[in-house]
C-alpha cells in the first residue's frame, strides 16, 4: 500500500492513491472471483425503480435492496448460497483505515457501468454508526458528491480515481454522499476483467451488525 495523500471534505476522509497500481489489479482479480460464484445483480429500490449500478456482496451480510426495502441480507438473493469471503487485502486495509479493531462484516460491491451514477443518500442502516464506511474505487473515475447531515445542506464534489480510499466516519458517518456521474473509458483497469465490463467499481467496506453481535443488522430504509 502506497501512504497516500490524505485530505478532509467536509469530514469525509479522502486518501489519494492507498493502492498502487499492482494491487488494484490483484483486487480486482479477487473481485472477479466473488463475482463469478455471487453474479452482479442490479436490484430495484424499494420504489420500484432499478439502480444504475450492478451489484453483490462478500461477507457475512450483503446490502441488498428491493421492494421490501434496503437491509443487510446473509445470502445472495438469485442464488441463495452465503456471500463469499471477503478477501484479506481488504481486512488488511479496513484495519489501516478504519481506526476499529473489530474486522468489517459486509463489502459491497457495485459496478457503475457507462452512465452509473448513485443519487445522494446516507448509509444508515448499519447496527452502529461510531463505526465507519471505508470505500475504494477502482477504474474510471467518478465526480464524488459529498454533503451534511440534512439533505438541504450545501455539498462539495471531488474526483475520485482508481486506487483511492475514502473513510466515512466520525461527524461524516451519517453525511449524505452519492455519485454524479463517472468519466467513463478514462482507465483500461477493468478490461483485465469481463466479469464486470468496463466502467468503475466501488468496494465499501462496512460493519453491519452490532460488534456484540447480540443484535441483528437494522433493516428497513
Ligand atoms: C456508495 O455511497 O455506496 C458508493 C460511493 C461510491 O461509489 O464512491
Ligand atoms: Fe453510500
Known sequence: MLSGLEEHINGFRVISGALTVEEQSALLMELAEIVRAAPLVRPLTPWGKP??????SAGGYGWTTDRRGYRYEPAHPETGRPWPAIPERLLALWARYSDVETPP?????????EGGRMG???DKDEADFNIPVVSVSLGDPAVFR????QRSEPTSSITL????VVVIGGDARLAFHGVDRIKFGESSLLAAAPEFGAGRINITLRRAAAIDGAASAASGA
Do not use: A, E, F, K
Not at 51 to 56: C, L, Y
Not at 105 to 113: A, E, V
Not at 161 to 164: E, Q, W
Open 120 to 122: 445522494l443518500h446516507q
Open 146 to 149: 459529498m454533503g451534511g447531515l
Open 51 to 56: 439502480m444504475r449500478v450492478g451489484m453483490t
Open 161 to 164: 480515481y482508481s486506487g483511492d
Open 105 to 113: 462484516d459486509s463489502c459491497l460491491i457495485n459496478h457503475y457501468p
